[in-house]
């Protein structure tokens, strides 16, 4: 029968091969083919991404973010989106070896660690029948994606950093030379972050608006919209601390890295670990 | 003299004045402040999350002990977001932000609006991106060639011309410098809505039974309910509350709304929520009683009676009225009462009192959970309360926050200028073109504010489509 978890698995089995041939092709082989077919199998995961996320929307009658199953399959999704966009404009395909790691640890952790009530399709309960939590949870997901994919490249940067100031031959520094250009990684990093941080601003204020209709306060300090706050601090300040400080490389890549652990924690640490409204996602 | 005096005196204060404000200008314009707020902040607010805010005190003296819970009080840890030095952090943040604004604004402004079109050639190859081209061919005719090629790209061209050489200036996205001003005005924005809410909105909340009228004082107007019910799914989890509210303004109906979550009522600026809901807990419309013959447990009448109406019971010289409920038993010993411990229907009783051939007999109370309970020998019938039907009443949260629009305006403003921050680059093209006797020497430099990888692959596009101007 054709529904939404054959699809996630097809999705898994994806995600794992792009995985691997990115992995592949920047360890050992100096061939394009690996990288090719990374990118091949990341397209078609990303194909039956969409269509696990389409048919779970058919099944359940509602946008499919109302659990952490779903909203991991969207953020898997925004991050394999943004990442090919990557891909597609500069053409560095080793960074995929990173990002698609970060995807495929997601995809793994919803199959195999969530507990299976997660994967329930569940009705709406009447709060998050709203349009707004739709533009929101979507919004805040891209800017989730985008700062995943800036934790990537600030380890790449790390890595790289550290390896180039080392003189041995080792086999590490071979599958490091495949790495961008220091000076690009950083740029890169500042692009992913310019992208993320607009699309979290607009998922925290959707998220306002929304509150708004739902509880009649725009904000009311719960974890996790603080958390939110605190995520968008962290990254308002890496903004600040690099066009108004010119901080570059090692500093703003820990910054980057210090912003997604904060991510992590907004979005998986809030839910278990702290009370508060947004129990479900 | 002493007016020399009084005057050196008044000098000498006003430089003391101007050094401090100096001071102040320079701190609070600096945005090395607006990271270590920032840090603040989030430290404040990681604090916020960790300690449960707004609890009881018992919580709190379970899960840190009497003398812990003393310090985290005193410190104002228990609501954190509304302490004085919180509050003290968003006003440093509000002052850094305005100053900054201020004081940065005017010079980028002019900026934007610098059309130096004429620069020597020697500062044009000096821009970031910069080439020196030359062609066979007269001075307009590359002149228009290249106006139109900038043009194209979507710079605004100007030209200034002498009669040897032609310079041009070419720029677009100018607008993506103030980017980052806007987005600084938007937050100070919303922090203004916000305090406007704080001080002249409130926030309210009050349990209405259907078919009653309240009266909204900060509104002066009246609301009516006029029906609240649930719609379930298949599986019987609620898909919805839903409330028909009618306003009544000067003794007319004036608005007449199904509300339900996220979808509120509102009138004249008061906003009316959806928010819980529940069955009276000292009052039922109905209840459903059955009446068995004690000793042989025969099956006697089944009756419906209304809340405080005799009613008699068939086959019997029985009637019944209910004269009392509560939703949660509760016998205090003291005072020989009983009243509801809780709104909830824990342990539903109503008091009946049993008249037998018109005398009242006894007024038992009979519990819907219990019905062995029922202990009364008074006569020989036995009483079962076998459901009831209790008022409902929707709860409301009503609020009015006057600060909620501007608040949006801010955000509105503070996400544009994100956008153009981060994707209008500002992009400068200067050109020089020189005639050398039918030959022209060309000089093209430019820069851009931000994404200079992308402006690189630009200007050397720009480069190569000059180059081929001649064929
Ligand atoms: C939470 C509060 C703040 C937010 C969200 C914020 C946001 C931003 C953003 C998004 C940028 C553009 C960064 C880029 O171009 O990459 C920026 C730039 C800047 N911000 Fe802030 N800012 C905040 C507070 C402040 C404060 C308090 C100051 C006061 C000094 C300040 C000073 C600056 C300066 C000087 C720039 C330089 C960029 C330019 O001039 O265009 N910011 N800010």
């Known amino acids: 029968m054709i529904n939404s978890f054959l699809w996630v698995d097809v999705t898994f089995w994806l995600y794992l091969a792009s995985c691997a041939f990115y992995i592949f092709y920047g360890l050992f082989y100096k061939n394009n083919t690996l990288g090719q077919l990374g990118t091949v199998t990341a397209v078609a995961g990303f194909i039956t991404n969409t269509l696990a996320l389409g048919y779970r929307a058919y099944e359940a009658g509602h946008a499919p973010f109302a659990n952490l199953y779903e909203s991991m399959l969207l953020f898997t999704w925004a991050t394999v989106l943004g990442y090919l966009m990557m891909e597609f404009k500069y053409k560095f395909r080793i960074i995929g070896t990173f990002v698609m790691s970060i995807v495929f640890f997601s995809i793994l952790t919803i199959i195999w660690l969530l507990p299976y009530r997660y994967q329930n399709i569940d009705p709406l309960n009447p709060a998050l029948q709203s349009l707004w939590l739709e533009v929101h949870v979507t919004t805040t997901f891209i800017g989730y994606a985008a700062f995943a994919i800036s934790f990537g490249i600030s380890i790449m940067y790390l890595l790289k950093n550290w390896v180039e100031k080392k003189s041995s031959d080792s086999g590490l520094k071979k599958f490091l030379l495949r790495f961008p250009d220091l000076n690009i990684l950083d740029d890169l990093n500042y692009k992913s972050i310019a992208w993320g941080f607009p699309f979290l601003t607009i998922g925290v204020i959707t998220g306002a608006v929304w509150a708004n209709y739902a509880w009649g306060t725009y904000w009311s300090w719960d974890p996790k919209e603080t958390w939110s706050a605190i995520v968008w601090l962290i990254y308002a300040g890496y903004l600040h601390a690099r066009v108004t400080h010119g901080w570059r490389g090692v500093k703003t890549a820990v910054f980057a890295i210090i912003g997604f652990l904060a991510v992590i924690f907004t979005y998986w640490g809030v839910s278990f670990i702290l009370p508060g409204l947004h129990a479900y996602a | 003299m002493g007016e020399e005096k009084a005057e050196g005196k008044i000098a000498a204060g006003k430089g003391a004045w101007e050094t401090v404000e100096d001071k102040f200008i320079e701190i609070f314009s600096s945005p090395k402040l607006a990271i270590f ?21 018992s919580m ?35 002052v850094n932000l305005a100053v900054c604004f201020f004081r940065r604004l005017p010079p980028k402004w002019r900026l934007i609006r610098d059309k130096s079109v ?27 060639s290249v106006f139109g090629l900038l043009r194209k790209k979507g710079y605004k061209v100007t030209t200034a011309e002498t009669g040897s050489d032609v310079s041009i200036f070419a720029h677009r996205g100018a607008i993506g410098r103030i980017g980052s001003d806007i987005t600084h005005v938007g937050l100070l924005i919303i922090f203004l809505g916000a305090i406007l809410g704080s001080f002249m909105g409130f926030k309210g909340f009050a349990t209405i039974f259907e078919g009653e009228t309240k009266h909204i004082k900060e509104g002066g107007f009246e609301l009516r309910v006029d029906k609240f019910w649930i719609e379930y799914y298949d599986d019987y989890r609620p898909k919805g509350f839903f409330s028909t509210l009618t306003v009544i303004d000067n003794g007319k109906d004036v608005l007449k709304k199904t509300i339900k979550v996220n979808d509120p009522l509102r009138y004249k600026g008061i906003w009316f929520y959806q928010s819980s809901y529940g069955q009276a807990w000292d009052r039922i419309d109905k209840a459903r009683l059955f009446v068995y013959e004690r000793e042989t447990g025969k099956f006697v009448a089944e009756v419906i009676a209304d809340f405080g109406k005799e009613i008699e019971v068939p086959n019997t010289n029985l009637k019944l009225k209910i004269i009392g409920f509560v939703a949660d038993f509760f016998y205090d010993t003291a005072s020989k009462e009983v009243f509801s ?35 009364d020998k008074s006569t020989k019938y036995f009483i079962e309360a076998a459901g009831y039907q209790a008022p409902q009443y929707t709860g409301l949260s009503i609020t009015r926050d006057p600060g909620v629009n501007i608040v949006w305006v801010g955000s509105t403003l503070l996400t544009l200028g994100l956008f153009l921050s981060f994707f209008v680059i500002h992009k400068r093209i200067w050109v020089k073109i020189v005639d050398k006797n039918n030959k022209v020497d060309i000089y093209v430099g430019g820069n851009a504010n931000k994404n200079k990888i992308n402006f690189d692959k630009d200007f050397s596009n720009l480069i190569n489509e000059l180059n081929r101007i001649e064929k």
């Open chain 2, 118 to 144: 004429v620069m020597a050639e020697d500062a044009i190859l000096r821009q970031k991106n910069s080439a020196r081209l030359n062609h066979n061919m007269s001075l307009q005719h590359i002149k228009d």
């Open chain 2, 60 to 94: 709190y003296i379970a899960a840190y002990g009497d003398k812990w819970y003393g310090v985290i009080r005193g410190l104002g840890l228990t609501d954190i977001y509304h302490s004085w030095y919180f509050s003290l952090t968003l006003i440093l943040l509000s």
């Open chain 2, 37 to 57: 707020i920032f840090i603040i902040l989030a430290v404040l607010s990681v604090f916020g999350t960790m300690i449960e805010q707004n609890r009881e005190p």
């Open chain 2, 341 to 375: 411990k809780s709104i909830e229907h824990n342990n539903p009783a109503m008091q009946i009192e049993v008249y037998e051939k018109g005398i009242l007999k006894t007024a038992p109370w009979v519990f819907a959970k219990y019905p062995e309970a029922f202990l």
